[in-house]
């Protein structure tokens, strides 16, 4: 049986009704024009002549004594968890995210395998959708990147149609796992004391991080947990959500980047602080300190189905230039980066589940006077390099739908598609209106973004030329 990791463990124990744990793709697709009507339900019954693998043909082991595991069902038939939805229409976008929105709010039932695909046609122009909710406790978002990627073709003559449900090969079994009682014995022991020495270093790991916050520790470090959160995108845990996604070119924030020594994530997170800052505005509620955003971050030599920790940090000061914002940025995701490489992988997860499950644990137990972690979660797992079909059919777009956690309200997951950046924002609309024009925001800000860096650079340029044409002048006046 699979060992869930703390990770893991923190997010079965601390799901409420309005805090769902789910997560999933929404894939849409264009069928030919001849294809169309039966189209949906052909994929269906092609894709369930696939079989099931891990983790999706299994299910939550919770024993009497010792902690929950996953176990294979046996005979297990993915035919009770596919749907098929025909909307009435033809639909929107929006219709179809609304529909989704209600169903990605409902908690799955633990008594069977943590998963569900929907079938949508009926949309406008015929396209086809499917959403698949995934409990994220049995998979991180790097392996389920990994599923999707085995799921879609890279090519429209793929005779083989294949499901998500097929999942990913775990690995074999440890030598450890089949080692002698004794041997198992001494392994626990030894964890025990690996465990002792974990909790050591994420006490001085807090330690640290008051020495930077009273302004005398490194600059290597990550901020305290629930201080300086500006007081913006806050209200009451809810089952409602909204849903709106926009596209950025990936190859001009690649050469972004490039240009100014930063990451594609750096520039992605500059953009939407930029978006932020105009969205606030216009709310009336501009932030008068950097808002902090969480951001996980993959783990490769940890063991359990999540390999990875929820790390929070500052965005750009406000009324910064977005130049100066960039700087910063890359300034704080560097110590993020730095805290991660120094720090063993069951540090910064244990670190992660007590920090954040302190804003879960008093919301399931009603608390009113709640504290913020972070204002915003921002993550980036990579996505799909290029094309990708199903069933002959090209995918339009392949979106991620996360989930909002605990002492959040606005999710903002983004996903390589080809060659565009898919960014999607996951909202409780009582704290976050209108998350579609933060989406657009977004857009307009990566053009304010690349204009603005355009012409520091070109200042920059031209203050470098002035000096070595003084330099010059004066060196022939004394020649």
Not at 90 to 114: D, G, M, N, V
Not at 200 to 216: D, I, P, S, W, Y
Not at 255 to 284: C, F, M, Q, S, W
């Amino acid at each position: 049986m699979p060992a869930l990791s703390a990770v893991d463990l923190a997010m079965f124990l601390l799901e409420t009704r309005e805090r769902p744990f789910n997560v999933g793709p929404l894939i849409l697709i264009d069928p030919p024009a001849r294809q169309r009507g039966a189209f949906a339900d052909k994929l269906v019954a092609r894709m369930l002549q696939r079989p099931a693998g891990p983790p999706f043909n299994e299910r939550l082991h919770t024993p009497r004594i010792g902690l929950p595991t996953l176990e294979e069902v046996a005979g297990f038939d993915p035919a009770r968890h596919v749907h098929r939805i025909t909307l009435k229409g033809p639909a929107t976008q929006a219709k179809l995210f609304e529909r989704i929105c209600t169903l990605h709010q409902k908690p799955l039932a633990r008594s069977r395998p943590l998963w569900d695909l929907y079938v949508f046609d009926g949309l406008e122009g015929g396209q086809v959708a499917l959403y698949a909710k995934v409990h994220h406790g049995i998979i991180d978002g790097r392996t389920f990147v990994k599923v999707i990627a085995n799921w879609l073709a890279a090519t429209p003559t793929e005779r083989t149609v294949r499901a998500i449900w097929e999942g990913v090969p775990r690995p074999a079994p440890s030598a450890a796992a089949r080692a002698p009682l004794t041997a198992q014995l001494r392994g626990a022991l030894d964890k025990a004391a690996g465990a002792a020495l974990t909790a050591a270093a994420v006490v001085r790991m807090f330690g640290e991080q008051t020495l930077n916050a009273l302004g005398t520790g490194s600059a290597d470090t990550l901020m305290l947990p629930f201080t300086d959160i500006p007081k913006v995108l806050k209200g009451r845990p809810s089952t409602k959500r909204t849903f709106a996604y926009c596209m950025l070119p990936l190859a001009e924030l690649q050469a972004l980047g490039k240009a100014h020594g930063a990451t594609v994530n750096d520039v992605l997170l500059t953009t939407l602080d930029i978006a932020l800052a105009r969205y606030l505005h216009e709310l009336g509620t501009d932030a008068d300190k950097p808002l902090v955003t969480a951001m996980p971050v993959a783990l490769a030599r940890a063991k359990g189905g999540n390999n990875f920790a929820i790390l929070q940090f500052p965005l750009g000061e406000p009324g910064k230039s977005p130049a100066a914002r960039l700087a910063q940025i890359r300034t704080h995701t560097a110590a993020v980066k730095s805290v991660v490489k120094r720090e063993s992988s069951e540090t910064v997860m244990l670190f992660t589940t007590l920090v954040h499950g302190i804003p879960a644990l008093l919301e399931k137990l009603g608390v009113k006077n709640r504290i913020a972690l972070s204002n915003l979660i921002v993550s980036n797992p990579f996505g799909l390099a290029e094309k990708r079909y199903l069933m002959g059919a090209p995918v339009v777009l392949a979106l991620p739908l996360p989930l909002i956690n605990p002492g959040q309200m606005l999710n903002v997951t983004a996903a390589t598609g080809d060659d565009q950046l898919q960014v999607s924002f996951l909202a409780i609309p009582s704290a976050v209106p209108h998350v579609d024009k933060l989406a657009h925001y977004t857009s307009e800000a990566f053009e304010a973004l690349k204009l603005a860096l355009s012409v520091a650079a070109s200042a920059t340029g031209a203050s470098r030329a002035r000096a070595t044409g003084t330099k010059r002048r004066g060196a022939q006046g004394k020649a």
